[in-house]
């Protein structure tokens, strides 16, 4: 069954402003409007309401504009404000972690200093000891060297 | 702190204004989109009142949920969609609508109102100019607001089907049948107008 072509033709003058029709389509509604007064009249129509809704002229009061203008900057400051505080809010966190850190951790290291220290004091003495023992037992009084005969055995 | 590239487009340099607070930016906007803004506001609830405050609010809740701009669409797609959360909200709270569609679809965002006409001083009457755009001002406020809302959107504000269904939150296919709705009905209320008279 063929449409109705004033419907069709409506539905495409319509359709071309709301979402857009092919070029066959605009062909064939141009042919039809040129011959059809009334599809052509409800093109003119269609077209004259759109002029008028484009033609509307809200008036907005610049008080009203300004109050707006001025709330919103003002909320925008202190937001950017906020935002840049809570950037630095992480950082001053971290330092100060950083820093119990270290003042916990100093004692700690310094009695580990204080220990290896007193090790390698004590290891030093056991040297000192060592070679003290050594060159005594390597030194004989002149007077005993004839004692100290090779072969002596007793 | 990221530097402005060359080939940064319009819409992301408007994002990266709002995750930095740019106050200077945000003013700009203001005074870019507040006329627009104002007209949609109008058109979705057909009166004055309580539109300061809901153009107010609309500009606090773009800096406060700056972040979810990426500059990937078109700003005031994304700024009629927070005007028209909060006008509902608004709506709601005062208790002075009705929904067209279902209950369920103010719960799930995608909500429609149905506003009551107009008591007086009609914004469109108002704004009105010319013999023709006084027939038409009265053409519109016999109009549902979810097919004022539409026409405005595409016919004024140029969006296309796809933006108009993320602002309303419906399908494109209902946004095409509402503008063509809208648009017989504005025929016939004009018509019915140009009979009267």
Known sequence: ?154 | MPFPDATETETQRIARGLHQNDAALIGEMVDRYQYRLVRYLLYLTGRREHVEDLVQETWVRVLTRAAQYQGRSRFEAWLFSIARNLAIDGLRQRQIFSLDDSPASVSNGNASATLPAPLHSSPFLAAARGEDALRLAAALELLDPKYREVLLLRFQEDLSLLEISKVVGLPVTTISSRIHRGLGLLRSHWKGGANAT
């Open chain 1, 1 to 154: 069954m063929q449409p109705d072509p004033h419907q069709r033709a409506r539905f495409l003058n319509d359709e071309a402003l709301v979402a857009g029709i092919s070029r066959d389509d605009q062909c064939w509604l141009h042919s039809h409007t040129d011959h059809c007064a009334e599809c052509a009249a409800y093109a003119e129509l269609t077209s004259r309401i759109l002029q008028g809704l484009n033609s509307f002229s809200f008036e907005i009061e610049p008080a009203m504009h300004r109050r707006v203008q001025n709330a919103v900057t003002d909320r925008a400051q202190r937001l950017g404000e906020m935002r840049r505080y809570s950037q630095i809010r992480p950082w001053r966190w971290a330092l100060i972690a950083a820093t119990l850190l270290i003042l916990a951790t100093t004692p700690i290291y310094r009695n580990m200093r204080h220990k290896q220290h007193e090790a390698e004091m004590g290891r030093a003495d056991t040297l000192v000891l060592e070679r003290v023992d050594a060159g005594v037992s390597r030194e004989i009084p002149q007077a005993m060297e004839l004692l100290n005969l090779p072969g002596d055995v007793r």
